[in-house]
């Protein structure tokens, strides 16, 4: 059965760097990074295919955060730089399909970490 286990996550001021990783065991396929504050949505932040060859982020974090995976050790990683206020969310990790697609399919999330970032 698919689980995943995010950490990472912590107290940052803005302009600051958080490094979340997202822990998997089980079949993965293509991965993804989502966020969500209390009384919103949960938003997509961040993809990468199986091979690493394709990436896709939000257009609010686009040159701030990259996303990685190390398929040998079954590890997505979302490097966060340039921090804001805004990106204050928990953030949650997922595997399913997130190209070729206009929506994601998301099989399975973590149970999220925490991002805070102060001004």
């Known amino acids: 059965q698919l689980q995943l286990v995010e950490s990472g996550g912590g107290l940052v001021q803005a302009g600051g760097s958080l490094r979340l990783s997202c822990a998997a065991s089980?079949?993965?396929?293509?991965m993804g990074w989502f966020r969500q504050v209390p009384g919103k949505e949960r938003e997509f932040v961040a993809a990468?295919?199986?091979?690493?060859?394709?990436?896709k982020y939000a257009d609010s974090v686009k040159g701030r955060f990259t996303i990685s995976r190390d398929n040998a050790k079954n590890i997505v990683y979302l490097q966060m730089n340039s921090l804001k206020p805004e990106d204050t969310a928990v953030y949650y990790c997922?595997?399913?399909?997130?190209?070729?697609?206009?929506?994601?399919?998301?099989?399975?999330w973590g149970q999220g970490t925490q991002v805070t970032v102060s001004s």
């Open positions: 089980g079949r993965i396929y293509a």
């Open positions: 990468i295919s199986w091979s690493g060859q394709s990436t």
């Open positions: 997922a595997s399913g399909n997130f190209f070729s697609v206009s929506i994601p399919v998301v099989d399975g």
